[in-house]
Protein backbone atom coordinates (compact mmCIF):
# COMPACT_ATOMS: atom_id res chain seq x y z
CA UNK A 1 0.00 0.00 0.00
CA UNK A 2 1.29 3.16 -0.80
CA UNK A 3 2.47 6.13 1.88
CA UNK A 4 -0.31 8.37 1.74
CA UNK A 5 -3.31 5.16 1.69
CA UNK A 6 -1.08 4.09 4.86
CA UNK A 7 -1.25 6.82 6.95
CA UNK A 8 -5.22 7.68 5.91
CA UNK A 9 -6.21 4.06 7.69
CA UNK A 10 -3.11 4.73 10.62
CA UNK A 11 -5.05 8.10 11.70
CA UNK A 12 -6.78 7.61 14.76
CA UNK A 13 -8.13 9.97 17.03
CA UNK A 14 -5.98 9.71 20.16
CA UNK A 15 -7.86 11.15 24.02
CA UNK A 16 -4.57 10.87 26.29
CA UNK A 17 -1.15 12.83 25.93
CA UNK A 18 2.12 12.99 27.32
CA UNK A 19 3.44 16.46 28.23
CA UNK A 20 6.54 16.58 25.12
CA UNK A 21 5.25 19.97 23.76
CA UNK A 22 5.76 19.01 19.59
CA UNK A 23 8.75 20.88 18.09
CA UNK A 24 8.42 23.94 15.93
CA UNK A 25 9.24 22.49 12.73
CA UNK A 26 6.68 19.90 13.25
CA UNK A 27 4.06 22.59 14.22
CA UNK A 28 4.51 24.30 10.92
CA UNK A 29 5.00 21.72 8.90
CA UNK A 30 1.20 20.69 10.17
CA UNK A 31 0.05 24.16 9.62
CA UNK A 32 1.27 24.17 6.80
CA UNK A 33 -0.67 21.58 5.33
CA UNK A 34 -3.84 23.03 6.84
CA UNK A 35 -3.29 25.85 4.23
CA UNK A 36 -2.84 23.41 0.99
CA UNK A 37 -6.54 22.53 1.69
CA UNK A 38 -9.18 23.29 -0.75
CA UNK A 39 -11.53 25.96 0.08
CA UNK A 40 -14.64 27.12 -1.57
CA UNK A 41 -14.15 29.60 -4.43
CA UNK A 42 -10.74 28.83 -3.43
CA UNK A 43 -11.32 31.90 -0.44
CA UNK A 44 -9.00 30.58 2.00
CA UNK A 45 -10.91 32.77 4.76
CA UNK A 46 -10.00 30.51 7.63
CA UNK A 47 -7.94 30.85 10.30
CA UNK A 48 -5.49 28.54 12.57
CA UNK A 49 -4.93 29.56 15.85
CA UNK A 50 -2.08 27.58 17.43
CA UNK A 51 -2.19 27.54 21.36
CA UNK A 52 0.54 25.88 23.19
CA UNK A 53 0.50 28.33 26.45
CA UNK A 54 -0.52 25.50 28.99
CA UNK A 55 -2.11 28.43 31.21
CA UNK A 56 -3.97 29.57 28.28
CA UNK A 57 -4.95 26.05 27.84
CA UNK A 58 -6.44 25.71 30.95
CA UNK A 59 -8.24 28.89 30.99
CA UNK A 60 -9.88 27.84 28.24
CA UNK A 61 -10.80 24.59 29.20
CA UNK A 62 -12.16 27.01 32.54
CA UNK A 63 -14.50 29.66 29.97
CA UNK A 64 -15.87 26.55 28.26
CA UNK A 65 -16.96 24.45 31.45
CA UNK A 66 -18.47 28.01 32.88
CA UNK A 67 -20.40 28.14 29.24
CA UNK A 68 -21.54 24.41 29.50
CA UNK A 69 -22.27 25.22 33.21
CA UNK A 70 -24.83 27.47 31.85
CA UNK A 71 -26.13 25.08 29.14
CA UNK A 72 -30.18 23.73 29.99
CA UNK A 73 -28.56 20.23 28.89
CA UNK A 74 -27.62 17.88 32.15
CA UNK A 75 -24.80 16.12 30.27
CA UNK A 76 -23.16 19.40 29.25
CA UNK A 77 -24.32 20.53 32.78
CA UNK A 78 -21.92 18.10 34.16
CA UNK A 79 -19.01 18.56 32.17
CA UNK A 80 -19.30 22.62 33.61
CA UNK A 81 -18.72 21.15 37.19
CA UNK A 82 -16.57 18.04 36.66
CA UNK A 83 -13.34 19.26 38.39
CA UNK A 84 -11.40 16.60 36.18
CA UNK A 85 -13.01 17.52 33.11
CA UNK A 86 -10.71 18.92 30.03
CA UNK A 87 -11.94 19.13 26.33
CA UNK A 88 -8.63 19.17 24.95
CA UNK A 89 -7.51 16.04 27.16
CA UNK A 90 -4.60 17.94 28.48
CA UNK A 91 -2.85 17.71 25.01
CA UNK A 92 0.30 20.38 24.51
CA UNK A 93 -0.82 22.30 21.49
CA UNK A 94 -4.86 22.94 20.59
CA UNK A 95 -5.06 24.70 16.88
CA UNK A 96 -8.28 26.57 16.64
CA UNK A 97 -9.91 26.28 13.27
CA UNK A 98 -12.04 29.42 12.40
CA UNK A 99 -13.52 30.72 9.60
CA UNK A 100 -16.08 33.73 8.07
CA UNK A 101 -19.98 32.53 9.81
CA UNK A 102 -21.42 33.65 6.45
CA UNK A 103 -19.69 32.28 3.91
CA UNK A 104 -21.89 29.07 3.56
CA UNK A 105 -18.87 26.84 2.61
CA UNK A 106 -17.11 27.88 5.94
CA UNK A 107 -17.42 24.39 7.98
CA UNK A 108 -16.74 22.53 5.00
CA UNK A 109 -13.80 24.34 4.48
CA UNK A 110 -12.68 23.98 8.07
CA UNK A 111 -13.01 20.13 7.91
CA UNK A 112 -10.70 19.92 4.60
CA UNK A 113 -7.96 21.53 6.76
CA UNK A 114 -8.50 20.01 9.60
CA UNK A 115 -8.14 16.27 8.20
CA UNK A 116 -5.26 17.62 6.24
CA UNK A 117 -3.53 18.82 9.64
CA UNK A 118 -4.66 15.50 11.00
CA UNK A 119 -2.89 13.51 8.03
CA UNK A 120 0.09 15.51 8.34
CA UNK A 121 0.18 14.52 11.90
CA UNK A 122 0.21 10.94 11.63
CA UNK A 123 3.10 11.01 9.06
CA UNK A 124 5.32 12.70 11.55
CA UNK A 125 4.26 10.58 14.66
CA UNK A 126 2.86 13.08 16.16
CA UNK A 127 -1.28 12.49 17.72
CA UNK A 128 -4.47 14.19 17.39
CA UNK A 129 -7.90 14.29 17.80
CA UNK A 130 -11.02 16.40 16.79
CA UNK A 131 -11.88 18.84 19.78
CA UNK A 132 -15.74 20.29 19.44
CA UNK A 133 -16.31 21.92 21.98
CA UNK A 134 -15.07 25.19 21.17
CA UNK A 135 -17.32 25.42 18.03
CA UNK A 136 -20.34 25.00 19.98
CA UNK A 137 -19.23 27.62 23.14
CA UNK A 138 -17.23 30.10 20.81
CA UNK A 139 -20.45 32.86 21.44
CA UNK A 140 -21.05 32.71 24.53
CA UNK A 141 -19.62 35.99 25.73
CA UNK A 142 -16.67 35.05 28.22
CA UNK A 143 -15.25 32.47 25.68
CA UNK A 144 -15.55 34.96 23.17
CA UNK A 145 -13.64 37.65 25.01
CA UNK A 146 -10.95 34.96 25.92
CA UNK A 147 -10.38 33.79 22.05
CA UNK A 148 -10.34 37.14 20.97
CA UNK A 149 -7.22 37.99 23.12
CA UNK A 150 -5.83 35.00 21.70
CA UNK A 151 -6.26 36.36 18.15
CA UNK A 152 -9.25 34.47 16.87
CA UNK A 153 -10.67 36.94 14.54
CA UNK A 154 -14.03 38.69 15.75
CA UNK A 155 -16.11 37.96 12.90
CA UNK A 156 -15.33 34.22 12.72
CA UNK A 157 -16.62 31.13 14.52
CA UNK A 158 -14.72 28.12 15.27
CA UNK A 159 -15.10 25.04 13.51
CA UNK A 160 -13.09 22.59 15.23
CA UNK A 161 -9.98 22.53 17.42
CA UNK A 162 -7.45 20.16 16.95
CA UNK A 163 -5.09 18.79 19.88
CA UNK A 164 -1.82 17.55 18.86
CA UNK A 165 0.92 15.52 21.06
CA UNK A 166 2.27 12.23 21.79
CA UNK A 167 0.36 9.02 22.66
CA UNK A 168 0.29 8.50 26.33
CA UNK A 169 0.94 4.46 25.06
CA UNK A 170 -0.60 3.47 28.37
CA UNK A 171 -3.84 4.30 27.37
CA UNK A 172 -5.74 1.81 25.45
CA UNK A 173 -6.74 2.60 21.67
CA UNK A 174 -10.08 0.60 20.89
CA UNK A 175 -9.88 -1.10 17.62
CA UNK A 176 -11.46 0.70 14.39
CA UNK A 177 -14.03 -0.78 13.03
CA UNK A 178 -15.67 0.09 9.87
CA UNK A 179 -19.63 -0.61 9.12
CA UNK A 180 -20.32 -2.54 6.16
CA UNK A 181 -22.54 -1.46 3.29
CA UNK A 182 -22.03 2.14 2.99
CA UNK A 183 -20.87 2.10 -0.29
CA UNK A 184 -22.53 1.86 -3.79
CA UNK A 185 -20.92 1.56 -6.97
CA UNK A 186 -23.52 2.21 -9.76
CA UNK A 187 -21.89 0.84 -13.04
C1 LIG B 1 -16.88 16.64 13.33
C2 LIG B 1 -16.19 15.80 14.38
C3 LIG B 1 -16.27 16.19 15.70
C4 LIG B 1 -15.61 15.45 16.69
N1 LIG B 1 -15.60 15.92 17.97
C5 LIG B 1 -14.88 15.25 18.90
C6 LIG B 1 -14.75 15.77 20.22
O1 LIG B 1 -15.24 16.86 20.55
N2 LIG B 1 -14.04 15.05 21.12
C7 LIG B 1 -13.48 13.84 20.80
O2 LIG B 1 -12.89 13.22 21.67
N3 LIG B 1 -13.58 13.33 19.56
C8 LIG B 1 -14.24 14.01 18.60
N4 LIG B 1 -14.30 13.53 17.31
C9 LIG B 1 -13.59 12.27 16.98
C10 LIG B 1 -14.55 11.10 16.70
O3 LIG B 1 -15.15 10.68 17.89
C11 LIG B 1 -13.73 9.98 16.03
O4 LIG B 1 -13.26 10.44 14.80
C12 LIG B 1 -14.54 8.70 15.82
O5 LIG B 1 -14.89 8.12 17.04
C13 LIG B 1 -13.76 7.67 14.99
O6 LIG B 1 -12.54 7.34 15.61
P1 LIG B 1 -11.13 7.58 14.88
O7 LIG B 1 -10.98 9.05 14.62
O8 LIG B 1 -10.09 7.05 15.84
O9 LIG B 1 -11.13 6.83 13.58
C14 LIG B 1 -14.93 14.26 16.33
C15 LIG B 1 -14.85 13.90 14.99
C16 LIG B 1 -15.45 14.66 14.03
C17 LIG B 1 -15.29 14.27 12.57
Known amino acids: MNEILNNI ?12 QISETDLNT ?9 SGMNYQTWHFTAVQNNDKLQLLNDCIKKAFAKSDDL ?6 SNQS ?7 PTLVIVSNESTQWWAAMDCACAIQNMFLAATSLGISSCWINQLGTTCDDDLVREFITELE ?16 DNNVF ?3 KVIKEE ?3 IVR
Open 9 to 20: KQRRSVRAYTKQ
Open 30 to 38: ILEAALYAP
Open 75 to 80: HLQERG
Open 85 to 91: YCCYYHA
Open 152 to 167: VPKNHKVYGCIALGYA
Open 173 to 175: LKK
Open 182 to 184: LIT
